[in-house]
């Protein structure tokens, strides 16, 4: 028997539709102010309940093969219906149910004879879906005015692929997740080994953005100095569901000695983050959680979200060995003091923890769309449909995902989802634009038609009324306190969507045309997909994304008809504009590089190759010339030119700076012992003894990190070349060559022996940005695991369009015509040095791989850099993530020193 759901409050269930990513829901007038409310479920658990208000009576009758039936009622004279009469005419109606559902199931046990449990199955939910609509439109017809919602198995149901791993060790911390068709989450814990700090422990739940967070500070630290271990029993993880809808996670920790509970979060993880990143300063009181039922073996601790209808609760029980002394704070305002002592301290002591919360609806507006979670082969291909000339290679790599690399592709799995994917965890559990755009054209040659559609649809679902696209949205409790702030608490918890972002408008056009129009899973797809309706706003994704398009048009026309550096795009905010998203990550400018080199001329081909082949209207002949000033006319406002004396004056000033060696100025630096080649420099295209920039020993072009206000270059040497790589067909010679120094040994250029930095400040006349742009800032001297694939998969393509890169080119084609600088041999060779050289550096941060950020720490004992935990030693604190969406665009990449897929890992 399965237990009713419960209706939601009659002002948010009048006229309201309960989604279920399916177009099935039939409205019609509310009546009054309690409304009817029906929500299914199909097999194995089918379960249909009606609710009319808060006390209610049940009733339940039996369905085929073991199902049943389930509702609840109250209060039938508001329905115009006496009160002893309505449940017989609710009866009669369920009869109609039962008897149409036995059909059903006997047509399907029939039809299972040929068709296998797995079609028998798919047509069930089928078949179950359309006889919920069509009674419930006889049922709408028999008693009119009455506000009726439809939902199928998806609303109910969650069917999400099952996950269960960890722990993924990062940054001291031990990451696990686990989903099941109740819950998804991730749970932190401080590595055993990280002694000097207390132990923190993290519930992630993507449902909302919803988490909980508990510092455990060790007791009599001054006469007991040992540290506080603290590990989970991972096998005693397992989904809970309680009543009033609240479900979680519950498990067991083990802690090595005595503790009291330090700071104490309840609520949404952008709570959790800006508490964590801000060093504890940045709090409201608004999120303040109330202690619940307390005893020596328990402890319960509950937080009212600010929606007045979610009730979140974070319960710890003491299993074994331990017990707890709660003493309520006579100001409410204030967090009780709970302590848990052992009765032997020479054991540890086992807790449980239970984490719930019961998040399953919105506002009217703003529809609750359950997350229905992805596995591996789902998400991504499992046979190749390319060409014969890259079969081979794709298979391969679509072979090691499935098998050597799966342990990875689940770790990608679990941020991705059929109505979105999500940037990264613990972090960034919800939407973003950017990443999931950039993850889709990383992963592109292995990704499936049902992941590359679901993050298209995603984007355009978000668009604001003038094209923009949505960098990030807000939801769960932090929607709540964000319409509160903006003196609009009437929204409740209704999202909030960011379009701040100024990159993020440009690449949706390059994803459409890159998989609708080149990767063989989208061919012949996009007519269905763009007549698809939105779930969030109105309109089609065809009419949605013609937005996007005239918002384009209207962005890059000023330059394209006069090519200034005025007429370039400024970010519209001055603290945030691209990725590198604050005003230090840019060195305070306003025209960022990959903006107006990259991703502008590269959405402008995207309209014209969509225009011509008939994917959007044929009106948009302008957009091919618009592009050529673009891709001719932005580059060069960024050029710097260096001598080599200067730059040698630089980089001696900057190593002393810095605290490095001058070791790092000569031959392979910090990468003496990760080359390919046996040592020989030459082969490697190494700079010689002495030599700074530029292959030939003159004067050398690099391009400038952004440029400010006033004109000027941030003469910051950066990563962000490999948008061009990646985005462009008409890549200059110049932007070639820039690249090819880059990839030099940093300081010279980005490459350390534990990956690749995004910034180097190394030549810039402007000294102060020496410390902008250190190891210690989360856009300085720092790798970005996705920035490396970024940059390696854009070395590929261009060596695919000179016909050099059969192995890693894993397109069926290379849209565009050869290079003229193809034919430069001597160019050619020291960009294939080049890969060899970025994909030593590569290899090198394997352990971080499918992290977002690590710093390089230098380590003059032995004259290499160390991977860094740039949470630890930053003094802004900023953690990277564990599990980064855009880092797994590696799972699609191929080593090319060794024709090995990375999915398979690294010899």
Not at 276 to 289: A, D, L, Q
Not at 438 to 466: D, F, H, K, M, Y
Request: with cysteine.
């Amino acid at each position: 028997m399965c237990r009713p759901r419960s209706g939601l409050r009659s002002e948010e269930a009048r006229g309201t539709r309960i989604p279920t990513g399916l177009p099935m829901a039939l409205l019609t007038r509310a009546y009054g102010a309690k409304p009817f409310y029906l929500s299914g479920r199909a097999p194995p658990n089918l379960c249909l309940s009606l609710s009319l208000s808060e006390s209610r009576q049940s009733h339940s009758m039996p369905l085929p093969r073991g199902h049943s039936i389930t509702w609840s009622l109250v209060g039938g004279a508001s329905l115009g219906v006496p009160d002893e009469e309505l449940p017989e005419r609710i009866i009669t109606f369920f009869g109609v149910i039962r008897r149409i559902v036995f059909k059903v199931q006997r047509r399907q046990l029939m039809r299972g004879m040929k068709s296998g449990f797995g079609l028998r199955l798919l047509l069930t939910r089928l078949n179950f879906i359309a006889t919920i609509v069509k009674v419930s439109a006889m049922f709408a017809a028999l008693y009119g005015g009455i506000a009726l919602a439809v939902a199928g198995f998806a609303a109910a149901q969650n069917s999400s692929a099952g996950l269960d791993f960890g722990p993924v060790d990062f940054a001291g911390y031990n990451n696990y997740v686990y989903r099941d068709n109740v819950t998804s989450a991730q749970i932190v814990v401080t590595d055993s080994s990280s002694v000097y700090k207390p132990s923190r422990f993290i519930t992630a739940f993507p449902n909302g953005n919803t988490g909980a967070l508990v510092y455990f500070v060790p007791l009599n630290t001054t006469s007991n100095p040992s540290p506080l271990g603290t590990s989970l029993n991972f096998s005693s993880v397992q989904s809970i569901s309680g009543a009033d809808n609240q479900t979680g996670l519950q498990g067991e920790v083990s802690v090595s000695g005595d503790l009291e509970f330090g700071v104490t979060l309840i609520g949404s993880v952008r709570t959790l983050r800006d508490y964590v990143e801000s060093g504890g300063k940045t709090f409201h009181s608004v999120f303040n959680y109330t202690l619940g039922n307390y005893s020596a073996s328990s402890v319960t601790l509950v937080r009212n979200w600010i929606n007045g209808t979610t009730v979140q609760y974070f319960t710890w029980d003491a299993v074994s060995n331990g017990a707890f002394n709660v003493t309520p704070n006579a100001n409410a305002t204030l967090p009780p003091n709970i302590t848990l002592t052992r009765q032997d301290t020479s054991s540890n002591a086992t807790l449980r923890f239970t984490s719930t919360f019961n998040f399953t609806g919105t506002t009217p507006q703003t529809p609750f769309i359950p997350l229905v979670g992805l596995g591996n082969d789902s998400l991504f291909e499992t046979t190749s449909t390319a060409g014969s000339n890259v079969t081979s290679s794709l298979t391969n790599v679509l072979n090691a995902i499935q098998n050597n690399g799966s342990a990875v592709a689940n770790q990608a799995a679990f941020l991705a989802y059929d109505s979105k994917f999500l940037a990264g965890g613990w972090r960034f559990l919800t939407y973003f634009g950017r990443d999931t755009l950039l993850a889709l054209r990383l992963l592109l040659p292995v990704i499936s038609p049902t992941s590359a559609e679901a993050i298209l649809g995603a984007v355009l679902e978000r668009l604001n009324t003038t094209g923009a696209v949505c960098h990030e949205e807000t939801i769960g409790d932090y929607a709540s306190f964000v319409n509160m702030q903006n003196n609009q608490s009437y929204l409740g918890n209704e999202p909030s969507y960011s379009y701040v972002m100024l990159d993020t408008d440009f690449l949706l056009l390059p994803a459409m045309a890159d998989y609708f129009l080149t990767a063989p899973q989208g061919a012949n797809r996009s007519t269905a997909f763009l007549q698809r309706n939105s779930t969030l706003v109105n309109g089609t994704f065809s009419e949605l994304l013609i937005k996007n398009v005239d918002h384009v048009m209207n962005l890059s026309k000023p330059f394209a008809t006069s090519p200034t550096k005025e007429n370039l795009v400024p970010i519209r905010d001055p603290t945030v504009g691209d990725w590198r998203d604050s005003n230090t990550g840019l060195g305070y400018g306003i025209y960022p590089f990959d903006v107006e080199t990259a991703l502008i001329p590269a959405a402008l081909r995207a309209i014209a190759q969509l225009s011509s082949a008939g994917v959007i209207p044929s009106n948009y002949s302008n957009a091919s010339n618009y592009a050529d000033v673009w891709e001719q006319q932005s580059a060069p406002f960024f050029e710097v030119s260096i001598s080599p004396s200067a730059a040698q004056s630089s980089l001696e000033n900057y190593v002393q700076k810095a605290n490095l060696s001058d070791t790092l100025l000569y031959g392979a630096g910090s990468l003496n012992s990760s080359q390919s080649s046996g040592g020989n420099n030459g082969s490697q295209g190494w700079s010689a003894a002495g030599q700074t920039v530029g292959m030939d020993g003159g004067n050398s072009t690099f391009y400038g990190l952004s440029i400010n206000a006033n004109g000027s270059v941030v003469e910051v040497q950066h990563s962000d070349l490999g948008f061009v790589l990646l985005y462009g067909n008409n890549v200059s010679q110049s932007i070639i060559q820039a690249a090819i120094e880059a990839l030099q040994p940093y300081p010279r250029g980005l490459l350390t022996n534990v990956g690749m930095v995004v910034a180097n400040a190394a030549y810039d006349t402007n000294t102060t940005n020496i410390e902008t742009f250190n190891n210690l800032m989360y856009h300085g001297a720092v790798s970005w695991s996705w920035q490396q694939g970024l940059m390696a998969s854009g070395i590929s393509k261009q060596l695919g369009l000179c016909g050099l890169s059969n192995v890693t080119q894993l397109q069926t084609s290379v849209a565009g015509p050869q290079p003229s600088w193809c034919s430069n041999t001597n160019l050619t060779s020291a960009l294939q040095q080049a890969q060899i050289r970025l994909w030593d550096s590569i290899v090198g941060s394997a352990p971080a791989l499918y992290t977002e950020v690590l710093s390089p720490v230098w380590s003059s004992s032995n004259n290499t850099f160390l991977l860094g935990d740039l949470g630890a030693i930053s003094p802004e604190g900023t953690e990277g993530d564990a599990i980064q969406l855009w880092s797994y665009g590696f799972l699609a990449q191929v080593d090319p020193r060794t024709g090995r897929p990375v999915a398979a890992g690294f010899p």
